[in-house]
Nanobody, 115 residues
Framework: QVQLVESGGGLVQPGGFLRLSCAAS????????MGWFRQAPGKQRELVAAITSDSSTNYADSVKGRFTISRDNAKNTVYLQMNSLKPEDTAVYYCNADADETDYWGQGTQVTVSS
């Protein structure tokens, strides 16, 4: 079992920045890839960014050049640095961990980009 706890969401103006954190606990050694997904009202959950155990990264086209995913293995934490935020980035952001071919999810954190 893996437990994930997100933090760092909030309200920010367009052009601003936020950093999300996701702390993992439990069967840490079984985690392969971790990532961030988001879900806006009336839309499907979508992948935002992912990072593997060897730190290979993958981003949605809509966030390339603006968002950066990173991981601190010593702290069992994954971060999502979000810069140049746009209103269309407004969503609930969920942390995900792929461990032993099982998906684990955090509770989600709201990000609202509005003036």
């Amino acid at each position: 079992q893996v437990q994930l706890v997100e933090s760092g969401g909030g309200l920010v103006q367009p052009g601003g920045f936020l950093r999300l954190s996701c702390a993992a606990s439990g069967s840490i050694s079984s985690i392969d890839a971790m990532g961030w997904f988001r879900q806006a009202p009336g839309k499907q959950r979508e992948l935002v960014a992912a990072i593997t155990s060897d730190s290979s990264t993958n981003y949605a086209d809509s966030v390339k050049g603006r968002f950066t995913i990173s991981r601190d293995n010593a702290k069992n934490t994954v971060y999502l640095q979000m810069n140049s935020l746009k209103p269309e980035d407004t969503a609930v952001y969920y942390c995900n961990a792929d461990a032993d071919e099982t998906d684990y999810w955090g509770q989600g954190t709201q990000v609202t980009v509005s003036s």
